[in-house]
T-cell receptor
Framework: NAGVTQTPKFQVLKTGQSMTLQCAQD?????MSWYRQDPGMGLRLIHY???????DQGEVPNGYNVSRSTTEDFPLRLLSAAPSQTSVYFC?????????????FGPGTRLLVL | GENVEQHPSTLSVQEGDSAVIKCTYS??????FPWYKQELGKGPQLIID?????GEKKDQRIAVTLNKTAKHFSLHITETQPEDSAVYFC??????????FGPGTRLSVLP
C-alpha cells in the first residue's frame, strides 16, 4: 500500500489564483480530512469527509472547497488564493468514522502565496 | 468545543535523559488521546495512543499516562536518543470524531 499520497509537494501561487491539492489513499479508509499547519498553532481541521459524497466543514473552512466522489480521493480546492493561506497542508485518513483509531497522514504540501 | 493545550513548546535534553511533554484538554467527553511525532519535512506519525479506560500505556521507551479527573495526559520518553529529536503533537478526540491537536513541542536531544 502507498498509504496517503499528496501532490504537489511544493507550490507557489500568486494572490487570486486557484489550485487543487490532491490527496489519495489506497487503504479503503472511510474518513478523510484536510489540515493546515502553521507555526505555533498545531494542526487545524479545514474540511473532512466520512464517506463518498459526504463532506463537512472543520475549524477553518473559509476559502477552501472539497469534494469526495470516490472513497480514494479527497481534493482540496483553493478558490482565490490569499497570502493568509500560505501554510503546510496535510491530508489524513482513518479506517472508520467514530472509532477510536488514529489517523494516517500524507507527507504534506507546502504552499506559498505571494 | 474541545481545546488542547501542550507544554512545553520547546524542550532540550541530554542524550540518555528522560523527556516529558504534558497536554490538557477541556472536553470531558474526549476518550481517545494519540501522540504524533513529526520529523522535518514529513507528516505526523502515530507513536502511541491511549483510550480513556486505561490510565497508562507503555511501548518500549515511550509511555503515556492519562488523568481523566484532571483532564491531562503526558508523554514520557526515557533514555532519549538523537533520533528522538522532532516535533511532538498530542491530540484529543471523542468517539473518533474530529481530532483537536495541541500546538506541538519541539524536542531536541543533545549528544
Amino acid at each position: 500500500n502507498a498509504g496517503v499520497t499528496q501532490t504537489p509537494k511544493f507550490q507557489v501561487l500568486k494572490t487570486g489564483q486557484s489550485m487543487t491539492l490532491q490527496c489519495a489513499q489506497d487503504m479503503n479508509h472511510e474518513y478523510m480530512s484536510w489540515y493546515r499547519q502553521d507555526p505555533g498553532m498545531g494542526l487545524r481541521l479545514i474540511h473532512y469527509s466520512v464517506g463518498a459524497g459526504i463532506t463537512d466543514q472543520g475549524e477553518v473552512p473559509n476559502g477552501y472547497n472539497v469534494s469526495r466522489s470516490t472513497t480514494e480521493d479527497f481534493p482540496l480546492r483553493l478558490l482565490s488564493a490569499a497570502p493568509s493561506q500560505t501554510s503546510v497542508y496535510f491530508c489524513a485518513s482513518l479506517p472508520r468514522w467514530r472509532a477510536q483509531e488514529t489517523q494516517y497522514f500524507g507527507p504534506g504540501t507546502r504552499l506559498l502565496v505571494l | 468545543g474541545e481545546n488542547v493545550e501542550q507544554h512545553p513548546s520547546t524542550l532540550s535534553v541530554q542524550e540518555g535523559d528522560s523527556a516529558v511533554i504534558k497536554c490538557t484538554y477541556s472536553d470531558s467527553a474526549s476518550n481517545y488521546f494519540p501522540w504524533y511525532k513529526q520529523e522535518l519535512g514529513k507528516g505526523p506519525q502515530l507513536i502511541i495512543d491511549i483510550r480513556s479506560n486505561v490510565g497508562e500505556k507503555k511501548d518500549q521507551r515511550i509511555a503515556v499516562t492519562l488523568n481523566k479527573t484532571a483532564k491531562h495526559f503526558s508523554l514520557h520518553i526515557t533514555e532519549t536518543q538523537p533520533e528522538d529529536s522532532a516535533v511532538y503533537f498530542c491530540a484529543a478526540s471523542s468517539y473518533g470524531q474530529n481530532f483537536v491537536f495541541g500546538p506541538g513541542t519541539r524536542l531536541s536531544v543533545l549528544p
